[in-house]
């Protein structure tokens, strides 16, 4: 007979997400489980079950988690900026966190009901940040709504391409994305940088 792990630890449900996060960090996001997180935390699933209702909800948790960080850290670092300067400061602390998170990264954009507290769509933050980070281009709402689009589509495709070294041939990564992002600067698409911008 095996004996169930006993932890000394006392548990919340928000120690159990930030341990989920870290675990998915270091383990990959598909590594993250119950079963998983409850052995690296010397416990067992059914004390995290007292926490979160079932893999599901911890993936959609963690999810939750990096949206709210990732939206937190783009709005700390674009601040009072806009044109270039701000579209620039949004994409490098995109790229950073995604790097530096991993495994939170990938949970934020491949679970579907993640929530905030309130019960909206975890993106929805960062969805209006990157639209703030686009106003003083002269878009009207439908052209705010496609550039914003654009933006997260090419930010979101480049990383996921390096999350999985998908860029193993010429130059560093680091420096295709700041073509990325001069060619989003230019872009039609993306409204005129000129109109309102600062240094």
């Given at each position: ?134 106003a003083g281009r002269g878009l009207d709402s439908v052209a705010m ?55």
């Amino acid at each position: 007979m095996t004996d169930t792990p006993v932890s000394r630890t006392k548990f919340s449900r928000q120690l159990v997400i930030v341990g989920a996060a870290e675990f998915a960090d270091a383990h990959g996001a598909d590594a993250l489980t119950l079963a998983a997180l409850a052995r690296h935390l010397d416990t067992s699933a059914p004390a995290l079950l007292k926490h979160v209702r079932s893999t599901e909800d911890l993936r959609a948790a963690v999810a939750s988690l990096a949206l709210a960080h990732l939206a937190s850290s783009i709005d700390i670092a674009t601040g009072d900026l806009s044109g270039t300067p701000a579209l620039s400061a949004l994409a490098d602390t995109y790229r950073r966190f995604a790097l530096t998170y991993p495994g939170r990264y990938t949970l934020a954009f491949s679970t579907s009901d993640a929530r905030t507290a309130a019960g909206d769509p975890a993106d929805r933050e960062l969805v209006l940040l990157v639209e703030r980070t686009l106003a003083g281009r002269g878009l009207d709402s439908v052209a705010m709504t496609d550039a914003g689009r654009i933006v997260r589509a090419a930010l979101h495709g480049f990383v996921s391409l390096e999350l999985v070294d998908g860029f193993t041939r010429g130059a560093e990564p680091g420096a295709s994305y700041a073509v990325l992002v001069d060619l989003l600067d230019r872009s039609s698409a993306l409204g005129s940088r000129h109109l309102q911008e600062t240094p």
